[in-house]
């Protein structure tokens, strides 16, 4: 094969492994949000979205504490993400306690149980800043801080700045997380029904068809269809440009399959190179932008094997297509 | 001409599968380009703009919804935005809701506090305590000179001073905000409260959207608690930094990642009409020469790849922009401007295959045995 074409056919794998590395990731990205429970929680975690729909009797403070001698007689950990910047717990069996905190300590059972107001803040957040003499301010309210959770903590959203007891929460709407689909579980709702809240159960986990289907995976996938046609038509264009070639190896005893190895050993260089290249600068473009998404790099020998196989592919697809073949084989 | 557009429809009607399907995958990648674009670009002047007023290390508030039903503005409130915005310069804040009674259909931007000097408005002719009035580069309704008249309870007449150039914005949490169609009124909070005298969406208005700048944990503190005291809003603050970083930063890496794929997308098709489209003068070339032995010119087979590539581009071209168009809310008859990237998209498709046929010896393959 010609240097020229050679570096031809580097230079659309390049491309042509961007585009893969753009595919592979999205599927893995959306995959991994889709097949994985927030913060830690386990499998058979119930997730519960709650909005205010109706009047009720009760107040906030009356429900929680309800709610709470609910939870005190189970087993049931709550994470509840409410709509502001804050995230409620109720934890007494220690669910969290084993993560790292930056500063200070994890919330005692105790404190689960009473209206006392006490937080968690994020590492740097506006809420750390104001922390001074072990008390910080959330909701215009002064707050003592326990400790002080960074990125590695399970409870790390990039959104909310605190985390706090569900005993001493201001506000019932919101996500619920309750870790196992308990009786405790069931009576919080039909409570809150009951208070005029509107309680939709949504799946912890998505199925892998739900994930995959939107407008972007879809538009993505119609995108790579057109490149392997294009790349196809591009390497026919190519391919056909060595007619004299193949049909003087062939009046001399090779055979089409020997033509085809030799064509795709020569290929295959340049498909590698072009392919590793291509994955290299899209994973350093984007280095920083998967670090929030996945820290999985599965994707990328995913990537680099699946974009050389579908390049080889589109060659001998190319090389079994050409005109040539048939009446003018072997004829110079 | 007319003959060369018969004979391109002739090409397009021989291989119509082959058209649309190159239409189809133009429609695509253009479309989802162009969007990817338009968020990248809005991405990228908010977060130069956010970088820009890094070094004043913004900080706002978000009010617990909750708290809404209690809210009030006391006067201890007032005096505290005073003391904030107009004496200390700490901060700044903006009023977008109001209007004024004889230009209802302008929008209004009142800045409060140090809004000039972290948005780098100009300021230079602001003497008296007087409202400052500029007017957005865009703004057709008013020229410098023109009066206003400003505020409710009392009011004041006011002369436009200057023009702000063109692309003069501000960064709100929402997002970056043009002032390019405003008015905008630069005051003090006690001017604004003088002249807008117990109106509570206002005032509400000027709490929720102040921002300090570099403030220390403890101003933090004594501002929130203040405010909670003075009106009953729990306001917790979110650095805008960080806010910027996690909402636009995000985003800009996410349409950047569609871009990156759907250009790719688009060279490929680039490369993939090119090749069509040398087959199809390699396929036409005895009819060609035939047309050159009957008095046609070259200009003439030029043309005529010309038209086809016109036919198939402009279609994608022009459905995409006319989605675009309504989708953002831009005036049909702008799609005018979409034809001079359309004719050099043509010129760029069509260079390669016109070379190759100016090279070629076309007459030559009446003599081909083929």
């Known amino acids: ?332 | 001409m007319m003959t060369q557009l018969a004979f391109a429809l002739k090409d397009i009607w021989r291989k119509p599968i082959v058209f649309v399907f190159f239409a189809i995958q133009l429609t695509v990648p253009i479309f989802f380009c162009c969007l990817s674009l338009i968020q990248v670009v809005d991405s990228v002047q908010y977060i130069r703009h956010v970088n820009q007023v890094s070094d004043y290390k913004v900080v706002f508030f978000s009010p617990q919804i909750g708290t809404m039903r209690q809210w009030r503005i006391s006067q201890g409130a007032k005096e505290l935005l005073v003391a904030t915005l107009d004496e200390a310069r700490r901060g700044y804040s903006v009023v977008e809701t109001v209007k004024l009674r004889d230009y209802p259909n302008l929008n209004i931007v009142i800045g409060l506090g140090a809004f000039v000097e972290v948005f780098q408005l100009r300021n230079d002719s602001k003497e008296s305590s007087k409202p400052l009035v500029l007017i957005g580069h865009d703004v057709d309704a008013l020229q410098v000179g023109s009066t206003v008249e400003f505020g409710r309870r009392n009011t004041t007449d006011l002369t436009v001073s200057s023009r702000l150039p063109q692309g003069a914005s501000y960064v709100m949490p929402g997002g970056l905000k043009s002032l390019d169609k405003s008015l905008i009124i630069l005051t003090e909070a006690e001017s604004m409260m003088d002249y807008f005298f117990n109106d509570w969406e206002y005032g509400v208005q000027i709490v929720t959207n102040t921002c300090l700048i570099s403030p220390t944990g403890t101003e933090m503190s004594e501002f929130v608690t203040r405010m909670r005291n003075e009106t009953g809003m729990a306001l917790n603050p979110i650095d805008l930094g960080a806010y910027a970083e996690q909402h636009y930063q995000g985003n800009f890496y996410g349409v950047l990642y569609l871009l990156v794929f759907f250009g790719i997308t688009m060279v490929y098709v680039v490369v993939g009409i090119v090749t069509n489209t040398i087959q199809l003068l390699d396929s036409r070339m005895t009819e060609y020469a035939i047309h050159l032995l009957s008095g046609a010119r070259m200009w003439h087979l030029c043309s005529r790849i010309v038209i086809y590539l016109l036919l198939l581009v402009s279609l994608p071209i022009l459905a995409v922009s006319w989605l675009l168009f309504l989708m953002f809310r831009i005036p049909l008859p702008r799609l005018i401007g979409v034809v001079p990237p359309l004719v050099l998209f043509v010129i760029l498709l069509a260079s390669f295959p016109l070379v190759r046929l100016y090279n070629t010896d076309i007459v030559s393959h009446l003599r081909s045995d083929d």
């Open chain 1, 1 to 332: 094969m010609k240097n020229k074409h050679s570096g031809i056919i580097a230079l659309m794998n390049v491309f042509f492994a961007c585009a893969m590395a753009v595919f592979v990731s999205y599927i893995v990205i959306q995959l991994g949000q889709a097949l994985t429970v927030p913060f830690g929680l386990p499998e058979e975690t119930v997730v519960v979205r709650v909005l205010k729909s109706g009047p009720g009797s009760g107040d906030i403070e009356s429900i929680s504490n309800e709610m709470i001698d609910l939870l005190k007689n189970s087993d049931t950990t709550l994470v509840y993400l409410d709509n502001d910047y804050g995230i409620g717990v109720y934890d007494p069996t220690g669910y969290y306690a084993s993560d790292p905190l930056v500063l200070g300590d994890y919330f005692a059972a105790g404190d689960f149980g009473q209206r006392i107001a006490s937080v968690l803040v994020k590492l740097d957040s506006p809420m750390h800043r104001m922390l001074t003499h072990g008390s910080t301010i959330v909701n215009g309210a002064i707050v003592s801080v326990k400790g002080v959770y960074g990125k590695g903590h399970a409870l790390y959203t990039r959104g909310q700045s605190y985390v706090y007891s569900f005993s001493s929460t201001t506000s019932l709407q919101g996500t619920y997380y309750f870790c196992n689909n308990s009786a405790a579980a069931l009576e919080i709702l039909a409570l809150l029904n009951k208070n005029g809240y509107t309680c939709s159960v949504i799946p912890s986990k998505q199925s892998v068809g739900s994930a995959l289907r939107d407008v972007y995976f879809v538009s993505i996938t119609a995108g790579l269809i057109f490149i392997y046609f294009n790349c196809f038509l591009a390497y026919y264009v190519l391919l056909s440009r060595y007619e004299t070639f193949f049909s003087i190896h062939l009046r001399f005893g090779a055979t089409k399959m020997t033509l085809l190895a030799r064509l795709v050993a020569a290929a295959l260089p340049a498909v590698s190179i072009g392919s590793l290249l291509g994955v290299t600068v899209f994973t350093s473009i984007f280095r920083s932008f998967f670090d929030g998404l996945t820290s999985s790099l599965v994707w990328i020998p995913i990537t680099i094997a699946t974009g050389i196989a579908s390049s080889t592919l589109l060659i001998v697809i190319a090389f079994f297509t050409q005109r040539f073949w048939g009446a003018k084989v072997g004829q110079l």
